[in-house]
């Protein structure tokens, strides 16, 4: 819920800005590691989905590494006081630059996607003088039942070396020298409310775990990668994941040997519903069959529903007058700039106040300055409710 308090202070405050909650970030934060204390699981938050220093630094400070995507994000968390045994960096196309760093920085894991990618890094690791430590991220073409857009673990997404290619990486571990497998990595997709793939998700673990014991390599580690999602048509009834619900259905299904450590890479569970992106209506526009509400937000501020036809929750914070059905859209010039139709407000005029609730998790992180916008300042309750 966005207080009362809260709504009095966004009047002095040049809109559109992103407004973090961050004792819910706090509350969030404590529940989930509720559960990966209770079962001695390590987590990694997924540094893409939001990278506001004082939003990662209370994550930092809640005990989590970072999981990263970019070498920019391997140097982020590391400025950010990540520590690098703690740091994991997947991604399909690591550059040759972006290896040498994170070699140099000493991260915990390379999640390494391809066989090529293997080989170069061994190539780096072997003129360093160093041993680099790497998991497989394996593609166990499970369908997450998402939007096609946020799904990774299907054969026929690039992410991932796939079950076929296992001989080849045996053969490959061989003759390298300077790379140590530590780990088998899995990550199926993002935004994902079926709870029962993440069963299917552990028996195939399993199964495909099964191929490197059975050939006498041990798996240090298995990560599980994040992907939980978060209810974006009621954030105000269900403003903390079902971390408790998640956590039983892995506990109770991955199977897990003695000596090997779980991890987890939880991006939008953690972040998702601690974001808001707060604007202003600009002009109340009506058609024959339309009325339209434009915003001073756009789709440069918050790009989700125009990228996957996500929905975010439209809240008008200033009015409770009588109910309309409105098409609520930005200032951008692109079509997709739209952030709802046929949406139920309170009317709606000219200055009132709308928030674009859920957008915690790859929204500020994903805005651009098309239309050479400005872009969305961060905000936080700590300062605001003072
Ligand atoms: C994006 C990503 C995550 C986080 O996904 P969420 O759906 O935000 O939890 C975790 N691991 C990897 C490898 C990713 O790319």
Redo the contacts with the bound molecule.
Sequence with gaps: MISPKAIESFQQIHTPFYYYDLDLLRATLKEYTSHTSKHGYNAHF?L??NADERVVSLIRDAGLGA?C?SGNEVKLAVKYGFDPKKIVY?GVGKSDREIKDALKAGIFSF?CESVPEIKIINDFAKSMGKVANISL?INPDIDAHTHKY?S?GLKENKFGISPWAFEDVYELFKTLKNIKLQGLHF?I???ITELGVFKTMCTRIEELQKWFIDRNIAIENINC????GIDYNDPDANPIPDFKNYFDIISKNLIVRPGQHVHF?????IVGQCGSLITRVLYVKIGKEKKFVILDAGMNDLIRPALYQAHHGIQNLTSNKRKLIYDVVGPVCESSDCFGSKILLPTTERGDLVALRSAG?YGQVMAMKYNQRDLAKAYYSDDLLK
């Design positions: 997924a893409k989905a999981d995507v997947a999640n991220r946020i990774t990550h997709g993002s935004q990668g994040g992907g939980l890479e939880p991006g939008r569970a998790a």
